[in-house]
C-alpha cells in the first residue's frame, strides 16, 4: 500500500479481520484511527488511508459527481488498491469491513455500492450515497445481507435525511440489511448511541 494510508492493529498479515476507515473532509487518517479505542475491533487490522489535502472530492457530496472530477474516481480506486491489498494478504471480502465519517462516510457507502458484494459490514457516521441524485444506474452486485449501519442528525447542515432515506432505500435493493438511524439535533459528530450500534450491529457479530 502507498505511504499515504497508515495502518494500525493487528498486522495485516497476520489478521483474520481488516476494517478501512475512511476519515471526513479537512480531518486525516490518524483522526479516523482514534475512533477504533472506542469499537469492538481488537482483533482486527486497521488501515486508514489519507486523501490528498485531507478532502476526498472538492464540492459537497450532493454536486453533479462530474464536477467533483478527478478527484472522486481517484478516491474510489485509492480504496479499491486497499481493498486489492487486504485481499493479498489472504482475507476474504466476508471479513472486510468499512467505516467513515461524514465525507469518509458517503464514500464507504458509494464504494460498497459499486462494488456490492458479501462484506462484514459497512458503518457510515454521517453520509449519503454520492451526487446530485442517487443514480441507481451506478450500482451492481450483491450485497448478500452485509449488515450496515447508518446514523445522521436531522438537521444535519452537510447531509439531508432525504438523500440517507435515498441511499437505504438502494442498498437494501442490493441486498443489503440495512440498519437507519435519525437523531434530532444530534449535530455533525459521532455519538455515544452510533458507537454503541456499530459495536452491537456490526463489529460484535462472529
Not at 469499537?39 to 486508514?48: G, N, P, Q, S
Request: glycine residues 8%.
Amino acid at each position: 500500500m502507498n505511504l499515504d494510508t497508515i495502518t494500525a492493529g493487528v498486522p495485516l498479515n497476520e489478521a483474520k479481520k481488516a476494517l478501512i476507515m475512511l476519515h471526513g473532509r479537512g480531518a486525516t487518517s490518524h483522526d479516523i484511527l482514534s475512533i477504533a479505542k472506542y469499537l469492538d475491533v481488537e482483533k482486527f487490522a486497521l488501515i486508514a488511508p489519507q486523501a490528498e489535502n485531507r478532502t476526498w472530492y472538492p464540492y459537497s457530496f450532493l454536486a453533479p459527481i462530474n464536477e467533483n472530477e478527478p478527484s472522486f474516481s481517484k478516491s474510489l480506486e485509492a480504496i479499491h488498491q486497499v481493498l486489492v491489498a487486504v485481499q493479498q494478504n489472504g482475507i476474504e471480502k466476508e471479513n472486510i469491513y468499512f467505516l467513515g465519517f461524514s465525507q469518509g462516510a458517503c464514500l464507504a457507502l458509494e464504494f460498497t455500492a459499486r462494488n456490492a458484494a458479501k462484506y462484514g459490514g459497512v458503518v457510515a457516521f454521517t453520509g449519503g450515497l454520492i451526487g446530485d441524485k442517487v443514480y441507481e444506474e451506478h450500482y451492481h452486485g450483491n450485497f448478500e445481507n452485509t449488515p450496515i449501519f447508518i446514523g445522521t442528525s436531522d438537521p444535519d447542515f452537510h447531509v439531508p435525511v432525504e438523500r440517507v432515506n435515498d441511499s437505504e432505500a438502494l442498498l437494501k435493493k442490493l441486498g443489503a440489511n440495512v440498519t437507519k438511524k435519525i437523531y434530532d439535533n444530534m449535530g455533525h459528530t459521532i455519538s455515544q448511541d452510533e458507537i454503541d450500534l456499530a459495536n452491537q450491529l456490526i463489529f460484535s457479530k462472529k
